[in-house]
């Protein structure tokens, strides 16, 4: 499928949810490693994400992009901000990069996320990136869409901070310091495998990166595809993809009760889910497109 069509469809998906079931029925069902990179603005997720693009690309595989940080030079569209640091990869019919909006201020992410990286596993490329903003909501929602989550840190942003509000020890299974050109990457690195260490993680899943030239991005790189496929090998990965169904699960019932209480009046909460509950039965049995 071309870059254009795929543009289209997640189009689709965003501005019509309820047509996603029909658009992603049609095409088979395939996974590929889906990798989330999260961490603070400014940190240098998109430089990186750009350097990891660049030697997935040289090992001659196919990358598609979702970004959802507001910041991002991604989601600035390559037509705005970095134009020409991201053109090589805009001609590159190998990669597809592809912004979102966010929920709320937050940076949650949009409950479609599940639905388009479902299609860019399904049309067949090998790696799926996530890029969201490491604030609020994000970062936890982005573990239940990536198989695989890097966290990226870098010098000068208080760094013991920016360990505390990542809730370290649970969010990540990679991370990163970036800038480690820096002064003050030695201090992070060895304070985060500290943390690592005290609570009985693996300090060997640091790895340090210099995204503006590259360095270390190969070892990241090494590192996300060897846990990647350790996971799959195991039954770990299928047991993710399960939470991950549920959670989207979840997701969907909650957005289509919302809708169902949005057209209900009532003063009594309980009378209000009844009303809702339903007229959305009532509209299921009919088969009116029924749906969510
Ligand atoms: N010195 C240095 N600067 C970097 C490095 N990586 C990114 N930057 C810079 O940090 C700033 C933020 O980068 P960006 O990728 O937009 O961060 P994001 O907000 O996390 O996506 C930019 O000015 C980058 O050029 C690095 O390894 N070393
Ligand atoms: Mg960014």
């Known amino acids: 499928m071309d870059h254009k069509q795929i543009a289209k469809l997640i189009t689709l998906i965003e501005n ?56 991002s030079p991604f989601s600035q569209g390559a037509f705005l901000g970095d134009r020409v640091r ?3 990869h805009f001609l590159d019919e190998g990669v597809f990069i592809r912004s979102m909006a966010s929920r709320g201020a937050l940076g949650g992410l949009n409950e479609s996320i599940y639905d388009v990286v479902e299609l860019l596993e399904s049309v067949g490329f090998d790696y799926v990136l996530i890029e969201t903003v490491g604030v609020g909501q994000a970062e936890i929602e982005v573990r239940y ?5 890097v966290l990226v840190l870098s010098p000068g942003f208080g760094d013991e901070m920016q360990l505390l509000k990542a809730g370290v020890m649970e969010i990540a299974d990679i991370y990163v310091v970036n800038k480690s050109d820096l002064e003050g990457n030695d201090s992070l690195y060895d304070q ?40 799959a ?35 009594d909460p309980y009378e209000s889910v009844e009303l809702a509950l339903k007229s959305m039965c009532e509209r299921l049995k009919y088969g009116q497109g029924g749906g969510t």
Not at 19 to 46: E, H, Y
Not at 237 to 255: I, N, S
């Open 192 to 231: 985060l495998v500290g943390f690592l260490t005290f609570a009985g993680r693996d300090a060997s899943s640091v790895v340090k990166t210099t995204a503006l030239n590259g360095n270390g991005v190969e070892e990241l790189v090494d590192k996300v595809i060897t846990l990647w496929k350790s996971l």
């Open 16 to 71: 019509e949810p309820d047509r996603s079931r029909d658009i992603l029925k049609k095409l088979p069902k395939r996974i590929c490693p889906v990798i989330g990179f999260t961490g603070s603005p400014g940190v240098g997720k998109s430089t990186l994400i750009d350097q990891v693009i660049a030697r997935l690309r040289s090992i001659g595989k196919t990358v598609a992009v979702v970004a959802v940080d507001p910041s």
């Open 86 to 88: 991201m053109k090589k």
């Open 145 to 149: 869409v990536a198989d695989v989550v």
């Open 233 to 267: 090998e195991t039954e770990r990965l299928k047991q993710m993809r399960k939470e991950r169904l549920k959670h989207h699960t979840e997701t969907l019932a909650r957005r289509t009760l919302q809708r169902y209480l949005s057209t209900v009046d009532s003063q």
